[in-house]
C-alpha cells in the first residue's frame, strides 16, 4: 500500500489590520511549517514578533519578482514531503496578491493544495458596505491608464451584482472620477479605508460624492464597493441595446453611438467604450 504524501502548500491568510485577528491555525502553521514563503520576509518577522512565535521553517521570499522561479522550487519542497506556508502582506494569496502560480505549479503535479482561513479585505468590505451582498463580483484592481480603465468600467456598466475593487490610495480619486462618468454620478458605492484598523474609514454615498471627497487625497489601504447596475432603467444599458440594433441593422457602430447619445442623453464617450467592450466579450 503506498503512503500517502506528506507535503502540501499552504494558503495562509494574514491579518489586513490587527495581529489580534490571526486565527490559532494561523499561528501554529507558520510556527511549525517546514519552509514559509512570504511576500516580504520583513514583514512576516514583525508579524511573527507581534504573535509572540518564532518559524521552526525555513524563510524565504515569495513576490512578483521572483514568482516565476521561486513558484517551481517550493513545489519541489512540497514534492519532497515539506509543508509549505505561503502568506502575503494581508489577506489570503493569490487574491490580487503573488500565490497563482505555485498553486498552478502543485495542481500540475497533483499536489496537495489547501489553506488556512482568515480576513479577506474583499468580504470584510462587502460586508459593511451595505450594498448588496447576496450576488457580487471582484475586479481586483483596474488598469492604471485611464483609457484601459474606463473601457473595463464600460463592460461592467449593465453588471447587475455589486462589485468590489482594489485601488492604490494615490490612484482614487481618478478611479472614482472615470466610474462616475461611465457608470453614472448617482451609482451608489462605498469607499473602505484601512480595514480593521485603528483608523478605518468608511464612507458611503454616490460615485461624484465620493470623487469629491477624494479630491483632497487619501492614505492607507483602499477597497472600493459599487452598487450594481438597476435592473430596470439602467440609462447607459438602454442606450446600449439600441446601439446594438442599430448595428445589427448594418448602420455603422460610430454612427450610431452619436445618433443614439443625442436621442438619449447618454454620455457619447462613455457610450461608445461601452459598445466596444460589449464586442470584445462578444
Not at 517551481?72 to 494569496?93: I, K, N, Q
Not at 482561513?117 to 468580504?123: K, T
Not at 494615490?170 to 484598523?197: I, P
Request: hydrophobic share 45%.
Amino acid at each position: 500500500m503506498t503512503p500517502e504524501p506528506t507535503g502540501a502548500l499552504v494558503l495562509a491568510a494574514t491579518p489586513i489590520g490587527s495581529h489580534r485577528d490571526a486565527s490559532p491555525a494561523l499561528r501554529d502553521l507558520l510556527a511549525g511549517a517546514d519552509v514559509v514563503a512570504a511576500e516580504d520576509t520583513r514583514r512576516l518577522v514583525t508579524l511573527l514578533r507581534r504573535l509572540g512565535i518564532s518559524a521552526e521553517g525555513r524563510i524565504v521570499s515569495y513576490f512578483e519578482g521572483n514568482e516565476a522561479t521561486r513558484a517551481a522550487e517550493l513545489a519541489d519542497a512540497v514534492a519532497d514531503g515539506s509543508r509549505v506556508a505561503l502568506v502575503t502582506d494581508a489577506g489570503m494569496p493569490s487574491v490580487s496578491d503573488p500565490g497563482y502560480r505555485v498553486v498552478r505549479a502543485c495542481i500540475d503535479r497533483g499536489q496537495r493544495v489547501t489553506a488556512v482561513p482568515g480576513p479577506s479585505a474583499v468580504l470584510t468590505a462587502l460586508a459593511v458596505s451595505g450594498l448588496a451582498t447576496d450576488r457580487f463580483c471582484f475586479e481586483g484592481f483596474l488598469p492604471r491608464k485611464s483609457g484601459e480603465r474606463r473601457t473595463r468600467l464600460a463592460g461592467l456598466a449593465r453588471e447587475p451584482r455589486t462589485t468590489v475593487l482594489f485601488e492604490a490610495p494615490h490612484r482614487l480619486q481618478e478611479l472614482l472620477t472615470d466610474a462616475a462618468e461611465v457608470l453614472g454620478e448617482e451609482r451608489q458605492a462605498v469607499v473602505c479605508r484601512e480595514l480593521t484598523k485603528p483608523h478605518e474609514e468608511i464612507i458611503r454615498g454616490t460615485l461624484a460624492e465620493l470623487r469629491d471627497w477624494a479630491a483632497d487625497g487619501v492614505r492607507g489601504e483602499v477597497t472600493v464597493v459599487v452598487a450594481g447596475a438597476p435592473e430596470t432603467g439602467d440609462p447607459l444599458g438602454l442606450a446600449l441595446e439600441q446601439v446594438d440594433e442599430r448595428v445589427a441593422m448594418g448602420e455603422k457602430l460610430s454612427g450610431a453611438v452619436r445618433d443614439v447619445a443625442e436621442a438619449t442623453g447618454a454620455n457619447r464617450k462613455a457610450l461608445y467604450e461601452a459598445a466596444l467592450a460589449a464586442r470584445k466579450e462578444s
